[in-house]
C-alpha cells in the first residue's frame, strides 16, 4: 500500500450551482447523460462532473473555461456561481484520513457517490474517487477555506507522522 | 544488590520481553523491569509491596484487582498525575511517586488520620462543619488541602490529542472468549467486525485463568489465529470502551486518543470484575483478588507471594491455587466458604498436593505484621451463616486470594438501556432485556463455563450479524446461563474493630454502609450519595455489588427489590486531553482578509468572523473610529459587509414564501427595488433583519445580518418545506462579498467603474441594479444604514477582490479610505438604527423598538402576525434616543447599564457613544412607557453606581428627514 497521501488546493476552476424547475432538463441539453440518482456524480470529458443533489438541484463543476456560461440555461433554471474553497487528496490511505476529521463511514460508499457532509466541523461537499482513483475531491464555502487549508495541512501532517511511527515500529 | 526478587521463570503467554530491560524509580528508589511490564508488576518483582496509601484514612495500600477495578497504585511523574499503576506500561526511566501521601509512601504523615476514624463517620463532612457559621471557611480549606487526589500541572504543555472516526457493522466489546468468538461468528455471517479490548493482546480471562491449562491452549491459539487471518475484523487493543451512546455510539479510548465507534449492532462481552470479601484488615497489602494473583503470574511472570491461603466460594479459587502451586508457591491452605466437593475435578488435584482445604469456613479477620499481612483468622460458619468464634484457626501467610464472587461489567449494557435483573442461580445480574441491536455475550451474560461462553459468543455474533439483515428470529434461542452460582451471596463479616473495607476508593467500610442505612439512607441511591460508595474513580466496579447485599441484607430485601445504581459514562477515567481532542475553532475569512491585513486593521470578532473595528493599529481606538467616521460624512469610505447574510428566494412562490416569512410585505416591491425586512418569530420577537431585494418577478436577493445568517437561512428553509410552496432557497453568504461605499462622494467614485447608470433618476434609493463592476458581474443596492448616499456592491469573491482595488486607486482622487465597525455602529447610531441582538434581546418586538412602520397588519398571514397583534395592545417599553452631558473625567454609561426610576429599573442602556458628527454623546434605550409617560429626563446608573441624567431625544438624531441617504448631495 502506497502510503503517500498528497494534498493540494484547486483553485483554476469553474462551478456553477444549477437549480430550479428547468434544470435538469437544461442540464441534459448540454451534457447529455446526468447522474439519475441524488447524491450521484457523472464525470464528463475534460475533467467535468455533475453532480445531482435533488430532483431540481446539481452542482456543474470543471477546470476553467470548460464550463457553458448562465446564457445557455433556460428561464426556469436558476444558475449560480458558486467560488468554493476546493482540495483533493490522492493516495490509498484517504479512507483512514478521513476518519479523522469527518463521522461519514465512507467505506461503505460507492465510487459515484458525492457526499454533504461535516468536517471538522464545516458544511462539505465530498466526491468520493471515482473507479481506479484514490482522488477524493473536496469542497466547502469560501469563506472557510483559509481554515480548512489551515486544518487539513496540519491534520494530514499529524496523520502522515503517525503512519511513519508505525510503520518504523 | 539483587533487585528483582519476585520474577519466576518465563511464562507461556507472558507479555514481558526479556530481552529489554528497563529501570525506573519510585520515590528515588531504583527498580528494575521489563518492557511490557506493568508499573505494579515491575514494583512487586522487586519486592515493593506498599505501593500506595488510601484516600481517606492514608492506610497502607498493595494491589488489589490489578487492573482498572481498584485505586490502590496510584502515582504521579513530572507531568501527570493519578497514573493507574496496574494497567498503565512501566517505561524506561519513570520516576514516580505515590500520589496521595505526605512524606513518603512507607511513612506517611497523614496515617495519623486512621487515629481519627471514630470522628470521621460516614457523611461526616454534612454533619461536621455547618457550625459554627464562622469556622466553615477554615474547614474548607482544611479539607480542600486533604480532599482530591493528585496534583494538576498548570505549566504543563498543551496537549492535543485527536478523535477520529471509525465505522463498523458488528462492534464486539471485549476480547476474551465469548468476545473473539462473537467476533468470528459476525464475520463469518459476513459483517465487518471490529473487536475491542482494553487489553496490549487479546484472550481476556482465558490468558489468565487458564494459561496452564493445555486443554484450552488449542481453542485459544485457533481462536486468535483465525482472527488474525480474518481481515473482516478490525482489532483494536489497549482501547476502553468508555460509554455507549445513543445509535451505537461507543467511544473507545485508547492512547493515541478517542476513536468514536458507530455500529449498526453492538455485542458486549465485557465480561466480570472479581469482588473483594468483606473482613477485618481485607486491605491489608498482600491481600489480592484471586484474579489478580493470576493476571500477575500469567502475563508479568511476578509471584505474588510467597506463601499464600486461598479463600473461594467457587471453583475460579482452586484454579488460582493450583496457578500457584504449580510456580512453586507454598499453599498454607484454602478456606472454602462451601463444600469443596462442589467445586469440580481440580479439589482432588490440590488435595493430592498436601494442601489443606477448611470446608465450610470464613476468614474472619487479617493480622498485620509491619505493615502486610503476617497471617489470616479463619473461622466456621454457622448455620445462618455467621461465624462460629468457638472453631478458629490462625494461618501463617504473606498472601491471600480472594475469590469468593463477580459482579457483571454492565455499565455499558445499562447505559445502552438494557434491563438486569438478580439471577440467585447465577447470583448476579444478568440482561432481561436489551435494546434491538445490542446483544451481551459471556459472563456478563451470566454463564461461566468456557464451553458455554464460547457458544454464547458465537450466538451472539450470529445474532448481532442477522441483525443487520433483519433474520434475528431465524437465529433461535441463545445458550442457558450458568446453573450454579459463582458467587457467594453475602461474602460480609461483621468485625467490631470494623476496617472491614467495601470501598477501597473512598475507604469505606461494612459500618459506615449500616450506619448510613440506619441514619435512613436505605435507597440504594441514596445510600450512594450519602456515604460515596461507588463514587470514586474505580466507580463502584469492586464495590457496588458487595453494597447493594449489605444494604439488601438490612433492609430484608432480595437484591432486585434494592435494585443498582445508575451507570454513567464514563466507563474508565478519561483524560481531559482525550476528550478535548483537537482544537477544531472553524473561522470565516471575507474574500478581503489580505485587504484589511494590508490596511493595517484592527479586528474583532463578529461570530465567526474576524471584522475590522477600526484601521490602524497604531491609533488610538476612539481617535481612529471617530476619523473613519468624519470621513464618510464629508467625503467617501468603503466598509467589507461580505459578512451580511446573502439568500436567493426563488420559484413560482417566492413571493407567497416572502410575504409569510417577514412582516412587510414583499409581493408588491417592484422589480430592481429593494425593501427593509425584518424576521420576527412565531411570539413575535425580532430575530433578524436585513434587505430584501426583487431581481425578478419570481426571484428575491436577502440580505441578513452577520450573527444571523445560517439560523435565517435554516429558518426560511424549514418554512418551505412545511408550507410546500414551489420555491427555492439558496444560501450564499459565503459565495459572495459586498462593500458599502457610502458617502457624499461616493456616487461620483463609483459612476466611473461600472456600466450601471448611477444618477438618482435611474437608480433611486432603495433601488437595485444589476450590472457589470469593474468588467464582472455585480449587484448593487442603494441603502443608507449609515445615513449617507451609498451603495452596496455584491460580486463573487474574486471579482470583489479587484473591484475593491480599482476603488481605492480612483479613490485616492477623494481620499477615500476604509472604515470598520467601529465607525459603521456610530453611524448607524447616529441615524438610530437597530442593530438585532444589540438593540434588541429575546424579547423585543417590533413595537417596542419603534418599528410600527415595519409590520404590514394589513398581510392575510406572516410569521407572528398573531402574537404580534397581541403584543401591540401589551406594549409596555419602547426604545428611545437619549443625549446626556458628562461632567470633566466622568466615564460613559456601559451599553446594558440601568434606566433608574424612583429606585426601580424601568429600563436599559442599548447603545451609546460619543458622536463626533453631533458632538454630544448619543445613545438608546428601553424604558418602561410609564416613565416616559411621565415625561422629563430618566436617569442611567453606571458601574460604579452613579447616576448620570439622560435627556429623551426623538430619533433619528442626524439628518431626521433623511435627505443625505435617499437624494444625495445634488438632489439633497
Avoid at chain 2, 477515567?573 to 486593521?601: C, D, I, W
Amino acid at each position: 500500500m502506497n502510503s503517500e497521501l498528497t494534498f493540494s488546493r484547486q483553485t483554476d476552476f469553474a462551478f456553477f450551482h444549477v437549480r430550479g424547475n428547468g434544470a435538469a432538463a437544461d442540464l441534459e441539453r448540454i451534457y447529455g447523460d446526468l447522474p439519475s440518482r441524488w447524491f450521484r456524480y457523472k464525470l464528463h470529458p475534460k475533467g467535468v462532473f455533475l453532480a445531482r443533489l435533488g430532483d431540481r438541484e446539481f452542482y456543474v463543476f470543471g477546470p476553467a473555461g470548460t464550463l457553458p456560461g448562465t446564457a445557455s440555461y433556460g428561464r426556469e433554471t436558476y444558475v449560480f456561481q458558486r467560488s468554493d474553497a476546493v482540495f483533493s487528496f490522492d493516495g490509498d490511505r484517504y479512507l483512514a484520513f478521513l476518519r479523522e476529521l469527518c463521522a461519514y463511514d465512507f467505506a461503505t460508499s460507492e465510487p459515484d457517490e458525492f457526499i454533504l457532509a461535516n468536517m471538522a466541523g464545516v458544511s462539505c461537499w465530498i466526491r468520493v474517487p471515482p473507479k481506479r482513483s484514490t482522488q477524493v475531491l473536496m469542497g466547502c464555502d469560501p469563506s472557510y477555506g483559509n481554515y480548512m487549508n489551515e486544518t487539513l495541512t496540519e491534520v494530514l501532517r499529524e496523520f502522515l507522522s503517525a503512519l511513519k511511527r508505525k510503520e518504523e515500529t | 544488590m539483587q533487585l528483582v526478587v519476585n520474577r519466576l521463570p518465563p511464562q507461556p503467554l507472558e507479555w514481558i520481553d526479556r530481552n529489554a530491560s528497563i529501570t525506573a524509580k519510585l520515590e528515588g528508589r531504583t527498580v528494575k523491569g521489563f518492557e511490557g511490564d506493568s508499573i505494579t508488576s515491575m514494583l512487586l518483582a522487586n519486592n515493593e509491596r506498599l505501593v500506595g496509601r488510601s484516600f481517606k484514612y492514608h492506610r497502607r495500600r498493595g494491589i488489589l484487582s490489578f487492573a482498572n477495578q481498584d485505586i490502590n497504585a496510584l502515582f504521579e511523574d513530572a507531568s501527570g498525575t493519578n497514573i493507574r499503576g496496574d494497567v498503565t506500561a512501566a517505561v524506561d526511566g519513570m520516576e514516580l511517586w505515590p500520589t496521595n501521601v505526605s512524606g513518603s509512601v512507607a511513612r506517611d504523615r497523614l496515617q495519623i488520620l486512621g487515629l481519627m476514624a471514630p470522628f470521621l463517620p460516614v457523611g461526616f463532612y454534612y454533619k461536621a462543619f455547618h457550625t459554627p457559621k464562622s469556622l466553615f471557611p477554615f474547614w474548607e480549606r482544611w479539607i480542600r488541602k486533604l480532599a482530591g487526589l493528585g496534583r494538576v500541572n498548570i505549566h504543563a504543555e498543551l496537549d492535543r490529542i485527536p478523535k477520529r472516526y471509525h465505522h463498523t457493522d458488528v462492534l464486539v466489546v471485549g476480547g476474551g472468549p465469548a468476545g473473539m468468538a462473537a467476533a468470528l461468528a459476525a464475520a463469518g455471517d459476513g459483517a465487518r467486525v471490529t473487536l475491542v479490548d482494553e487489553n496490549r493482546y487479546l484472550g481476556g480471562s482465558i490468558d489468565y485463568q487458564h494459561a496452564n491449562n493445555p486443554k484450552v491452549a488449542s481453542k485459544r491459539d485457533d481462536m486468535k489465529s483465525r482472527i488474525s487471518q480474518t481481515p473482516e475484523i478490525d482489532v483494536i487493543l489497549g482501547g476502553e470502551a468508555s460509554g455507549y451512546y445513543a445509535d451505537h455510539w461507543t467511544p473507545v479510548t485508547t492512547v493515541d486518543g478517542i476513536v468514536k465507534i458507530r455500529s449498526l449492532a453492538t455485542v458486549f462481552a465485557t465480561g466480570v470484575f472479581e469482588q473483594p470479601a468483606v473482613f477485618h484488615n481485607n486491605d491489608l497489602p498482600g491481600i489480592f483478588l484471586a484474579s489478580a494473583a493470576q493476571r500477575l503470574i500469567a502475563r508479568y511472570a511476578v509471584k505474588p507471594c510467597d506463601k499464600a491461603v486461598v479463600f473461594t466460594s467457587n471453583s475460579e479459587g482452586y484454579r488460582a491455587a493450583l496457578d500457584f502451586l504449580k510456580l512453586g508457591g507454598e499453599l498454607a491452605g484454602i478456606v472454602d466458604t462451601g463444600d469443596s466437593a462442589s467445586r469440580g475435578s481440580l479439589v482432588s488435584d490440590i488435595r493430592d498436593r498436601g494442601v489443606t482445604i477448611h470446608d465450610g469456613c470464613m476468614i474472619y479477620e487479617a493480622i498485620s505484621i509491619d505493615g502486610r499481612l503476617g497471617s489470616v483468622v479463619v473461622t466456621a460458619v454457622d448455620g445462618v451463616g455467621e461465624p462460629d468464634h468457638t472453631q478458629r484457626l490462625r494461618i501463617e501467610c504473606d498472601g491471600l486470594f480472594m475469590s469468593v464472587g463477580w459482579a457483571p461489567a454492565a455499565a455499558l449494557l445499562y447505559q445502552a438501556g438494557g434491563d438486569m435483573c438478580y439471577d440467585e442461580r447465577v447470583g448476579q445480574f444478568v440482561p432481561v432485556s436489551l435494546p434491538e441491536g445490542v446483544f451481551a455475550a459471556g459472563r456478563v451474560n451470566g454463564v461461566f463455563n468456557l464451553e458455554g461462553r464460547i457458544s454464547d459468543g458465537i450466538s451472539a455474533g450470529r445474532h448481532a450479524a442477522g441483525y443487520l439483515s433483519g433474520r434475528t428470529s431465524e437465529l433461535g434461542v441463545r445458550p442457558p446461563r450458568a446453573t450454579r452460582t459463582h458467587s457467594h451471596p453475602y461474602p460480609v463479616v461483621f468485625h467490631p474493630k470494623g476496617w472491614s473495607f467495601v470501598d477501597f476508593d473512598e475507604d469505606l467500610t461494612f459500618k459506615d454502609l449500616e450506619r448510613a442505612a440506619d441514619e435512613g439512607f436505605d435507597n440504594i441511591e441514596l445510600l450512594k450519595r450519602y456515604s460515596t460508595i461507588g463514587m470514586g474513580p474505580s466507580q463502584g466496579k469492586h464495590s457496588n455489588m458487595n453494597g447493594i447485599r449489605i444494604l439488601a441484607r438490612k433492609m430484608g430485601q432480595t437484591i432486585d427489590q434494592t435494585g443498582s445504581t445508575t451507570a454513567r459514562p464514563f466507563f474508565h477515567p478519561v483524560p481531559m486531553s482525550k476528550l478535548a481532542g483537537r482544537r477544531l475553532r472553524p473561522y470565516r475569512y471575507t474574500p478581503l482578509q489580505e485587504f484589511h491585513e494590508a490596511h493595517n486593521a484592527v479586528f474583532m470578532e463578529a461570530g465567526i468572523w474576524p471584522r475590522p473595528e477600526y484601521y490602524g493599529a497604531d491609533k488610538d481606538r476612539k481617535t481612529a473610529i471617530c476619523e473613519e467616521a468624519r470621513e464618510v460624512r464629508k467625503n467617501v469610505g468603503i466598509i467589507d459587509v461580505s459578512t451580511l447574510g446573502k439568500i436567493e428566494v426563488f420559484g413560482p412562490e417566492a413571493l407567497e414564501l416572502m410575504d409569510r416569512i417577514y412582516t412587510t410585505r414583499m409581493s408588491n416591491m417592484k422589480v430592481g427595488m429593494s425593501r427593509y425586512a425584518l424576521m420576527v418569530d412565531e411570539s413575535g420577537v425580532i430575530t433578524d433583519d436585513g434587505v430584501a431585494v426583487r431581481r425578478s418577478e419570481e426571484h428575491y436577493y436577502v440580505t441578513t445580518t452577520t450573527g444571523t445568517s445560517d439560523t435565517a437561512f435554516r429558518e426560511i428553509q424549514r418554512r418551505l418545506i412545511e408550507w410546500h410552496l414551489d420555491a427555492e432557497v439558496v444560501n450564499r453568504t459565503g459565495q459572495l462579498g459586498a462593500v458599502n461605499v457610502a458617502g457624499p462622494n461616493s456616487r461620483e467614485l463609483l459612476a466611473g467603474l461600472t456600466d450601471i447608470d448611477l444618477s438618482a433618476k435611474a437608480f433611486p434609493y432603495m433601488g437595485s441594479r444589476e450590472g457589470t463592476f469593474v468588467g464582472a458581474d455585480a449587484l448593487m443596492i442603494r441603502v443608507g444604514f449609515v445615513g449617507e448616499l451609498g451603495y452596496e456592491i455584491h460580486m463573487a469573491p474574486a471579482d470583489l477582490r479587484i473591484a475593491v482595488d480599482r476603488i481605492m486607486e480612483a479613490g485616492k482622487d477623494f481620499d477615500i479610505r476604509p472604515f470598520g465597525v467601529g465607525a459603521q455602529r456610530m453611524l448607524r447610531l447616529e441615524k438610530g438604527h437597530i442593530i438585532v441582538g444589540q438593540d434588541t434581546d429575546g424579547l423585543t418586538n417590533p413595537y417596542e423598538a419603534a418599528m410600527p412602520w415595519a409590520v404590514n397588519e394589513e398581510k392575510e398571514i406572516f410569521v407572528g402576525k398573531r402574537s404580534l397583534k397581541i403584543l401591540k395592545e401589551k406594549k409596555i417599553r419602547t426604545l428611545v434616543g437619549f443625549t446626556l452631558a458628562l461632567r470633566n473625567g466622568e466615564t460613559l454609561p456601559d451599553e446594558c447599564n440601568l434606566v433608574i426610576d424612583e429606585n426601580e429599573i424601568c429600563g436599559r442602556v442599548t447603545s451609546v457613544s460619543e458622536s463626533p458628527t453631533l458632538s454630544r454623546i448619543i445613545g438608546m434605550a428601553y424604558v418602561d412607557d410609564e416613565t416616559l409617560k411621565r415625561g422629563g429626563n430618566i436617569f442611567i446608573r453606571k458601574n460604579d453606581g452613579v447616576l448620570v441624567e439622560a435627556k429623551v431625544e426623538a430619533l433619528p438624531f442626524y439628518d431626521p428627514k433623511g435627505l443625505r441617504q435617499q437624494l444625495g448631495p445634488a438632489e439633497g
